[in-house]
């Protein structure tokens, strides 16, 4: 049984850098002090149009520590969100160091073309000067590492280097050209060292989310209708409130109990302590009856809790992540295989309303009904040929999202 070990279990005080301020807090460490997770609702102070304010994150928050930034994000929506920014991350790192390898190249290139200024002729002079240009404002982003803009700033440098007369000066432009490839092969150095903290954490977050799912498992399986049967310990129990089987019942509700207390991350320690507390109210009706006792009401209410809960780790997992990481490399793919992309993010949704289908009989009525709601909307959003493939995906990713948020 996954819930033996546990997880999320033990909190200690950490000092903190956010985009906000400086302050010591009560967290439970998922990676050393680079992941960590709220136990309790935090006030954080900030300065907004002169004017001081008070900011509040609940528990369950997560913070990640951002080396190029040297502060702790904050993510309220808990682990997936904090498992789809390193998954971004990891991505983008890579494709940065990809990119910085190419220009490096292409840079060198240019360095060679500098070096051989009078015998490539006007045509070729006037190519490598605006090519250069070019490969300037590509890293020129105002967004970008320092590493980058410098080496922009390299770039355009090299290319307009002239004397008094208005000559252009071969030599110290291939120098200063060289410097800024050299600047990019740094990046690529820093992307390497940010890999090997983005990757570690990366594995931690994902490994919390399959802990956390095993103990919305584990109860599942004890209280899965399927599994319903005359010798169910919670059924026997209920129809034979005796001190043997009520011994029995309280040994296989224990770890199961423990294990969804353990849950203290967004977005599911809701349903989480839902869940625990159905479990010890029919544990204590049970143990309080001398007759046969009626349960089904509190099965329902518990199956409830599981089911959205196991739903929202589908939808998490296996569409919305999908979608969102593809969205985020869209710049990198190329225009004509951006079609297949819409093609994957339609499939997204199938398996959205697959999920759905499978677990919809054990969500309330209500409940149910606003999430077919979001469902035929992206579907229907999904079959529609758009003029911006990108706003369409966007659209069914804020639907998926929906749904989510409908759940927890």
């Not at 008070?54 to 904050?74: D, K, R, V």
């Not at 997992?317 to 999908?322: E, L, M, N, Q, R």
Request: charged share 30%; no cysteine.
């Amino acid at each position: 049984m996954q819930a033996d070990a546990k997880i999320l279990h033990k909190s200690n005080h950490f000092t903190v850098k956010t985009k906000h301020d400086r302050q010591r807090l009560e967290a439970i460490s998922v990676y050393g002090h680079r992941v960590l997770v709220l136990v309790r609702q935090e006030r954080f102070h900030d300065i907004r149009a002169d004017k001081s304010v008070e900011i509040s994150y609940p528990a369950g928050t997560g913070l990640m520590f951002n080396g190029e930034q040297g502060i702790h994000q904050i993510f309220p929506g808990g682990m997936y969100q904090m498992l789809r920014s390193r998954s971004h991350a990891s991505l983008g790192e890579r494709d940065d160091a990809k990119s910085m390898r190419e220009m490096g190249q292409l840079a060198f290139d240019f360095v060679a073309r500098l070096r051989s200024w009078l015998f490539i002729g006007e045509e070729g002079r006037a190519y490598t000067d605006e090519s250069l240009l070019r490969l300037a404002g590509e890293l020129a982003s105002p967004k970008r590492n320092e590493r980058k803009l410098v080496a922009s700033d390299r770039f355009r440098k090299s290319s307009q280097l002239r004397t008094k007369r208005d000559k252009r000066m071969p030599m110290p432009s291939a120098i200063t050209a060289s410097a800024g490839a050299h600047h990019l092969d740094l990046r690529r150095t820093d992307v390497q060292a940010i890999l090997r903290w983005i990757d570690p954490e990366r594995l931690a977050v994902h490994r919390l989310t399959e802990a956390v799912h095993d103990r919305f498992g584990d109860a599942w399986r004890m209280f899965n209708p399927a599994a319903a049967n005359q010798s169910h310990p919670v059924l026997l129990a209920a129809a034979k409130p005796t001190t043997q089987t009520v011994k029995v019942m309280r040994d296989q509700l224990r770890p199961l109990y423990r294990g969804l207390k353990e849950v203290r991350v967004n977005p599911l320690m809701g349903l989480a302590e839902e869940a625990a507390v159905g479990l010890a109210t029919l544990r204590d009706r049970i143990m309080n009856a001398s007759a046969p006792v009626d349960v089904l009401d509190l099965l329902t209410g518990i199956r409830a809790s599981l089911a959205a809960a196991l739903l929202t780790h589908e939808l998490e997992i296996h569409a919305i992540s999908p979608v969102s990481l593809s969205l985020g490399r869209w710049r990198q793919i190329e225009p004509h295989r951006r079609e297949l992309l819409r093609l994957r993010t339609a499939e997204s949704v199938l398996t959205a309303k697959t999920s759905f289908e499978r677990w919809a009989d054990h969500l309330p009525a209500k409940r149910q009904g606003d999430i077919q709601r979001e469902l035929d909307q992206a579907v229907a959003l999904s079959t529609q040929e758009a003029a911006d493939l990108r706003k369409q995906i966007r659209e069914e990713k804020k639907a998926l999202k929906r749904i989510s948020g409908l759940l927890v």
